[in-house]
């Protein structure tokens, strides 16, 4: 029968690993999982989550673990309150404050566990102040504590971190293999994995989301008509574009609103007032989040219209992931270079880079298809729409 590990994909020595560390019953306090995005590191974390609570309470695991119970069902879906996932709140990295609420938190005991699953995500934006906050919790963490931290590698993350934990590597998965991967998962076609994963940042868990949802299809579809008809777009057609784009990215928001507002109704009338406070706080950290998840994605579609151009400038159209737009992709190929279409590319990166460090969002996609437009069938040079970005 399979188990819960069965669900890393692409990761046989890291799901071999981890049924070790429950069947022999050698679960440590503290690991850190590395690897690229798109390697299956959360779904790991949250599959350990799943395994060590399910054994905690009694379950049988090695090749007949369960994943029915209750346990098993709430932390699968991310409503278990023993295990908490985090992501940085702040424009860089983590905040100070935001560590030491988890260090905080971590002293308190589990609610219907008999442990604590803790899951910090892009540990590699700890920075010294926020990791000094944390390394005593690392360190010495309660008895009934478990740390998972998350990077894409192990040079990134601060070494005070990293001799605190055990390392747990992750394979980069090839694109073939992916692709397999979410067929076998989803039923989809390859092509519709291929440019899934492609909007998804090569994410085997996004991309599936992805599929699942017209919503999202539907938009990558709109952003790849805009960028299509940017050849013959004035700069008010472009503005046009931007906003309506800025609305689009902000859809998502609705189900996530509609859930936070769920839970407030659920836990108003036997919450203190501070702890709603804290709710209400965490809620908008969520909305900014699902914001800046949706930006990126928004970028990651971009990228990969601008891919598939350039491969067919370079006479590889064998290569090209978004078939289903083919004639399109050719006939933009055929109005520019490989030069200008590897400058927007560039332009491209530093445009989702700047994403991070509090550039609005508005004046991103502004610049975005501002500078597509001009490098692509201009003379505009990338440093120009590279400062753009510092203002």
Not at 100 to 111: E, H, V, Y
Not at 370 to 377: E, H, N, S, T
Request: with cysteine; net charge negative.
């Amino acid at each position: 029968m399979a188990d819960v590990f069965e669900n890393i994909l692409g990761q046989p020595q890291v799901r071999d690993f981890l049924r070790a560390c429950i069947s022999q019953n050698r679960v440590s306090h503290a690991y850190l999982f590395t690897g690229p995005a798109g390697s299956n590191k959360t779904i790991a974390a949250c599959a350990f989550a799943q395994a060590i609570l399910c054994a905690t309470g009694g379950q049988t695991f090695g090749e007949a673990s369960c994943r029915t119970c209750d346990i098993c069902d709430k932390v699968k879906r991310k409503k278990h309150p023993d295990v908490r996932l985090f992501s940085p709140e702040g424009a860089s990295g983590y905040l100070v404050e935001q560590v030491r609420s988890i260090t905080t938190d971590a002293t308190l005991a589990p609610i219907r566990a008999n442990k604590k699953i803790y899951i910090l995500d892009r540990v590699d934006l700890l920075g010294v102040q926020a990791a000094n906050a944390f390394l005593k919790t690392l360190e010495e963490p309660p008895e009934d504590v478990v740390l998972i931290l998350l990077a894409r590698t192990v040079d990134s993350v601060l070494p005070t971190i990293v001799s605190r934990c055990q390392v747990v590597p992750f394979r980069t998965i090839p694109d073939a293999e992916a692709a397999q991967l979410v067929v076998q998962n989803t039923g989809a076609s390859l092509e519709q994995a291929r440019f899934a994963l492609a909007a998804a940042n090569s994410s085997l868990e996004g991309a599936a989301a992805f599929l699942k949802s017209n919503e999202r299809m539907a938009f990558r579809n709109r952003v790849f008509e805009i960028l299509g008809q940017l050849y013959h777009a004035d700069d008010w057609d472009i503005v046009g574009y931007a906003r309506e784009l800025v609305k689009l990215t902000q859809a998502p928001l609705d189900a996530v609103r509609a859930e936070q507002e769920q839970e407030l109704a659920q836990n108003k009338d036997f919450l203190e007032k501070s702890a709603l406070r804290q709710l209400e706080a965490r809620h908008k950290r969520q909305l900014s989040a699902a914001t800046m998840a949706s930006l990126h994605q928004l970028m990651a579609i971009a990228r990969s219209w601008l891919r598939d151009v350039l491969v067919i400038c370079a006479q590889g159209d064998e290569l090209v992931v978004n078939t289903d737009f083919l004639p399109t992709l050719r006939g933009v190929a055929l109005d520019t270079n490989e030069a200008r279409v590897t400058s927007a590319l560039e332009v491209t990166a530093k445009i989702d880079a700047a994403l991070t460090y509090n550039v609005s969002p508005e004046t991103c996609i502004d610049v975005l298809l501002f500078a597509i437009r001009d490098i692509l069938y201009g003379q505009t040079e990338t440093l120009s729409y590279a400062r753009l970005l510092q203002h």
